[in-house]
């Protein structure tokens, strides 16, 4: 499977350093990375239009940090699919982590968001993952079992256009990684919790998301279940961004 690399620069970045950083991406040609993996950046929704334009032509897709799960309407301060996909938008981050804790986003609401990412042509790229305290208490499977279940009854036959990231809580921002075995060991568990939802969703691209680094990204991206990683930190700087794509 063609591997996937998302950055995702949170509440970061002004117009001149994103053009600082497009311009590293630019010139670092990741067009050599294309037969084997696609890559996407997530700025801030403000920057969206001047990075969309900034790359077009360019073999690096965009997409949002976040969406409203409405497509219009009274919602003040809410972002619709529909206005990005405008854009030229193509994916969608939704439940984030920092999403769910920080703005108490729940399962069903992120499940809503995913259908309406869909419903505006958008790629929903889904993220679970356990903290620290449920890992700890052996909850790890309960918990991604459970933010998956939302998101597969939810969408139908629609599984299948979607992206889910991996994050353990526990590991992002914080330079601790899943080893490659604990990050597969998870993503082997909603590949076939996918697949028994419905056997083509086999194939929905899993990324795994929590300090991935260059050093760390050739033995994550190696392992069978992991298509590709979502990177935060480390997209904020155009080399390692870079170097991580072609690991992928
Ligand atoms: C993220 O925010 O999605 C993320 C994985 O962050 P970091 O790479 O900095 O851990």
């Given at each position: 499977m063609k591997k996937l690399v998302v950055g995702n620069w949170k509440m970061h970045g002004s117009r001149a350093s994103n053009a600082e950083l497009l311009q590293g991406l630019v010139s670092a040609d990741l067009t050599v990375t294309a037969p084997r993996a696609d890559v996407v950046v997530c700025p801030p929704f403000v920057f969206l239009s001047d990075v969309a334009a900034a790359l077009k032509g360019v073999a690096?897709?965009?997409?949002?940090?976040?969406?409203?799960?409405?497509?219009?309407?009274?919602?003040?301060?809410?972002?619709?699919?529909l206005m990005i996909r405008e854009l030229g938008v193509k994916y969608a981050i939704v439940g984030h982590s920092e999403r769910r804790s920080y703005h108490a986003e729940s399962d069903q609401l992120v499940a809503e968001k995913a259908k309406s990412a869909l419903s505006h042509g958008l790629v929903p790229i889904v993220c679970v993952g356990e903290t620290l305290a449920e890992r700890e208490s052996s909850q790890t499977e309960v918990v991604v079992a459970r933010q998956l279940k939302a998101v597969i009854d939810t969408l139908g036959d629609q599984?299948?256009?979607?992206?889910?990231?991996?994050?353990?809580v526990w590991a992002i921002g914080t330079g601790k990684t899943a080893s490659p075995e604990q990050a597969q060991a998870v993503h082997a568990l909603l590949r076939a919790q996918l697949k028994a939802a419905m056997p083509q969703a086999a194939a929905v691209p899993l990324l795994y998301?929590?300090?991935?680094?260059?050093?760390?990204?050739?033995?994550?991206?190696?392992?069978?279940?992991?298509?590709g990683g979502l990177i935060g930190g480390a997209a904020l700087k155009a080399a390692d961004f870079v170097a991580i794509a072609r690991a992928a």
């Open positions: 690096i897709s965009v997409g949002s940090q976040d969406i409203s799960a409405q497509a219009q309407g009274a919602f003040t301060g809410e972002v619709s699919g599984l299948v256009q979607i992206v889910v990231a991996y994050e353990p998301g929590g300090s991935v680094k260059p050093d760390n990204a050739v033995e994550l991206f190696a392992q069978p279940d992991i298509d």
